[in-house]
């Protein structure tokens, strides 16, 4: 192939992988928010009912665990 051809093929093949990943990321966002979306509740919940902020929660676990 010449070397014209080549890079124009080349091209092309990194804009359709490209376009592959952003059109992958872009089917993925909804699933990603409402996981957020989910956990972000529940802390809230959890703020809610404890009466205490969430690190104060995830500090006490995290020293049960511990020992």
């Known amino acids: 192939m010449q070397p ?3 890079q124009i093929v080349k091209s092309a093949g990194d804009v359709t992988a490209y376009g592959t990943a952003v059109a992958t990321l872009v089917g993925w966002l909804p699933h990603i928010a ?3 979306s989910v956990l ?3 802390m809230q919940m959890l703020e ?3 009466g205490k902020p969430f ?3 995830v500090r006490c676990v ?4 511990r020992g």
């Open 48 to 50: 809610k009912i404890t």
């Open 4 to 6: 014209q051809v080549q």
């Open 40 to 42: 972000w509740l529940g």
């Open 55 to 57: 690190h104060e929660l």
């Open 62 to 65: 995290w020293r049960k665990l």
């Open 34 to 36: 409402a996981l957020f």
